[in-house]
């Protein structure tokens, strides 16, 4: 524990940490997230939560969600390479099934890739939020919060090109489309393509985000957003630990080495959607909020595997199936807000209903490929039909009915409460001999909180929450019956620091997060489950921005967690769960501006840490080094646009990014972006 305490000692000494991103010293904006459902200042919410502004995410030229999560000690992100989907965990937990938009859960399977230029922002809540979002898993979630339409006129493209063909461009219009500006519009696209550092793996994608706002009075405002996205991809593949973080005598195999079939062709993913956003006040105490989207979309071609168990490290068995999957995602989110004063106590009640209806089917053809040498790959193999592996449909309905209160007494004292019921039912037929399953779930969770505003602008709090997950696809119980949810637990004391304008602005958090009901294969009865897996995650957390001067802005951030299973059947009772790191940390200094003689001129450098990771199986496995990567950035102003210049893993390191299905993933190579930005 040296490391933490003396890292919290240096925090609280220093008093670096801050809440959110892209709010300048000087700016009037109070920062408040939807994530949150309650229009309060983030500084003022007794819970973790960070806001990272789309004019960060442009300036560090961030690609994908996982990117623009890199400085984010508590998110560990790109997890599983470049897949074609984000994977990510929050506090230790894997949450990436748990991705929202607009409030708004997108795919369950999370087989998605979100497109960041069509984002405004991405908040990231951490801890349980099952009372506002529920059946979740307890780390967090991560919000998208879409660029829409509105009467201020928007005209703004980019150009972008970098290391491994990457080519991008992508242009944003909107504004008035009537003259009083009761009816707006705004669209945004995109085409993009690139390669890989790893040999042939790569990406080509249209992206295309419409959308029209009414507003018919100050009271209403309806928006219709739709979205259109096309991937074609090839996943990266992951190497074994012999030749790459275990010596052999064979050598070293490269991170650039692409370990399967690329004869294979890529996976193709078509998807849109199509939604509204209301807000109507009904009066200045009453407002009513109301979101739905429908989402549909596909994912087809080979997905390969690889076999590094054989002993043999210049032996790698290949296999895979052609799969072939649709869904569809109905969501719905109707709320109430109501506020009002009694006395010296501030009133803020949130009322509300979600449903949502999940429809899948999925089926894979299984084959086999020669076996390849991952030291001297021969490519070329041609696969050898096995026959249908699997096949399913499936149909996942959830009902919430949620409430959280706000009260704050004096302008100094917040108490949060918040209750909810869920119905989660499941159904799930199996296409290759008809067996149908059904699992039904009913769970009440509650959370509360108090905080302490300080006339110093030091916010400390405590907060307590619950979560519940439903565990679905697993054998049955040995004593009959299905699994029930996983429950999570969470208490956590901090401190905010600064206000949302503040030069210095910042948190500390402290937590214990536990999650119980994990379920795991019962090794007595093959085919049967047993409910035993527990774990336990105790951490710190830091994060901050400090404006050094009218020329310089520092963000740093720290996490540290103790993570350990406590009960298990697989003999690793005390080990640290699956890609974990102990400790992560993230620094970046932004420098520019008139005072440095440089008006045109700003630029950062920032470092990112990532600590040991373990595969889970014990104190004797495989361990994953922890690595520091430095990226660099510089612009240019002239006139409308702006040309940049990114640098990303500047050092070039060579790093591995997690544990995979039996390997290990690599991380990116150096990579370097120029962009050109015009706004008129």
């Not at 990266?236 to 012999?242: C, F, K, N, R, V």
Request: glycine share 12%; charged share 20%; net charge neutral.
């Amino acid at each position: 524990m040296k490391s933490p305490l003396i890292a919290l000692a240096s925090a609280l000494v220093s008093a670096t940490p801050a809440m959110a991103e892209d709010v300048p010293a000087d700016s009037a904006i109070v920062v408040t997230g939807t994530v949150a459902k309650l229009d309060v200042p983030l500084a003022e919410t007794p819970q973790s939560i960070t806001a990272i502004g789309s004019d960060t995410i442009t300036r560090r030229q961030a690609q994908s969600v996982q990117e623009a999560l890199r400085y984010l000690p508590a998110v560990q992100a790109e997890l599983a390479g470049r897949a074609g989907y984000d994977e990510f965990q929050i506090r230790g937990f894997y949450q990436s099934q748990f991705q929202f938009r607009d409030g708004l859960s997108l795919d369950p399977g999370y087989l998605q890739q979100q497109e960041v230029f069509g984002l405004e922002r991405i908040e990231v809540l951490e801890g349980p939020a099952s009372v506002l979002y529920g059946q979740i898993a307890p780390g967090g979630l991560v919000n998208s919060v879409s660029k829409i339409a509105g009467p201020e006129r928007i005209l703004a493209g980019e150009a972008t090109a970098g290391s491994f063909g990457l080519a991008r461009v992508a242009i944003d219009a909107g504004g008035k489309l009537a003259g009083d500006g009761a009816l707006s519009g705004r669209i945004s696209a995109l085409y993009s393509r690139r390669d890989d550092s790893q040999d042939f793996a790569g990406a080509e994608r249209v992206f295309l985000q419409p959308s029209l706002t009414w507003r018919p009075g100050s009271e209403t405002t309806l928006t219709v957003i739709g979205l259109y996205q096309y991937d074609r991809y090839r996943r990266t593949s992951e190497l074994p630990a012999l030749g790459t973080i275990v010596a052999t005598p064979e050598g070293t195999i490269p991170m650039s080495r692409f370990v399967g079939e690329p004869g294979l062709g890529r996976l193709s993913s078509p998807q849109w959607q199509i939604g509204y956003l209301l807000e109507h006040r009904f009066s200045p105490s009453v407002r009513l909020r109301s979101k739905l989207r429908y989402l549909d979309y596909k994912v087809t071609g080979p997905i390969q595997s690889t076999d590094y168990s054989g002993g043999d490290p210049k032996v790698a068995v290949l296999s895979g199936f052609d799969y072939r999957g649709r869904f569809n995602n109905l969501a719905l989110d109707n709320q109430v807000e109501i506020t009002g004063r009694s006395g010296a106590v501030q009133h803020r009640l949130l009322i509300g209903v979600d449903y949502g209806r999940y429809r899948s089917s999925s089926a894979g053809d299984g084959f086999d490929l020669p076996p390849i040498n991952p030291f001297a790959p021969v490519y070329g193999g041609a696969p050898t039909p096995t026959g249908p592996l699997f096949g399913s449909t499936g149909q996942l309905d959830q009902l919430g009915i949620y409430g959280q209160y706000r009260g704050t007494l004096a302008d100094r004292f917040v108490l949060t409460g918040g209750l909810r019921w869920s119905s989660v039912k499941n159904v799930s037929t199996s296409t290759l001999d008809g067996r149908t399953s059904r699992q039904l779930d009913h769970k009440v969770t509650w959370n509360g909180a108090a905080m302490w505003l300080s006339p110093l602008g030091i916010n400390p709090y405590v907060s307590y929450a619950r979560s519940f997950q439903p565990q679905f696809g697993y054998d049955p119980l040995t004593g009959g019956g299905t699994p029930p949810p996983a429950l999570g637990e969470q208490v956590e004391l901090g401190v905010k620091l600064g206000r949302d304008t503040a030069p210095l602005r910042g948190t500390v958090a402290i937590y214990q997060l536990d999650q119980t009901n994990v379920v795991q294969s019962d090794p007595g009865n093959p085919g049967f489950s047993r409910v035993i897996g527990a774990e336990r995650h105790r951490g710190i957390e830091l994060a901050g921005t400090a404006r050094l001067a009218a020329w310089a802005r520092l963000s740093a951030a720290y996490s540290y967690i103790d993570a350990r299973i406590r009960c298990s059947f697989n003999g690793d009772v005390g080990n640290r769960p699956y890609n974990v790191p102990e400790h992560a940390a993230s620094g970046e200094l932004v420098l520019g501006g008139a005072p440095l003689g440089l008006a045109r001129w700003s630029g950062e450098i920032g470092v990112r840490y990532v600590g040991e990771k373990q595969d889970g199986s014990g104190p004797a496995s495989p361990r994953l080094p922890g690595y520091a990567l430095v990226d660099l950035g510089l612009r240019y102003k002239l006139g409308p646009a702006v040309l940049g210049l990114s640098v990303k893993n500047l050092l070039d390191r060579r790093y591995y990014t997690g544990f995979g299905f039996g390997g290990i993933d690599p991380g990116e190579a150096r990579v370097v972006q120029g962009t050109v930005r015009f706004a008129l």
